[in-house]
Nanobody
């Protein structure tokens, strides 16, 4: 079973960058598809990106394509989200999640395990 913990959130200026990490303290990280979601105040949780077990195949939401990069290091049980060219609309709590199927626009109900989230705030 995966036990996920995000880090790396914080305050960034518009146009800046942040890198999020998500560490799995369990022993089955490489057997899961991994994903990032985000949730802004008053809004539903939305898909950001997902990544296959090997890390070879990423999927991105249109809103972040070309700006965000999802990656993983299975030797370190860690998932990453490199976020560049941040804008105000990227402000949200970011969650990592583990599941069985990678793809676009995953439904949060399809994911098996979640971290507690890390706040990202982008200022002008």
């Amino acid at each position: 079973q995966v036990q996920l913990m995000e880090s790396g959130g914080g305050l960034a200026q518009a146009g800046g960058s942040l890198r999020l990490s998500c560490v799995d303290s369990g022993r089955t990280f490489s057997s899961y598809v991994m994903a990032w979601f985000r949730q802004a105040p008053g809004q539903e949780r939305e898909f950001v990106a997902s990544l296959s077990r090997s890390g070879a195949t990423p999927y991105y939401a249109d809103s972040v394509k070309g700006r965000f990069t999802i990656s993983r290091d299975n030797t370190k049980n860690t998932l990453y989200l490199q976020m560049n060219s941040l804008d105000l609309d990227d402000t949200a709590v970011y969650f990592c999640a583990a599941g069985r199927h990678a793809g676009y626009n995953l439904d949060p109900n399809e994911l098996d395990s979640w971290g507690h989230g890390t706040q990202v705030t982008v200022s002008s």
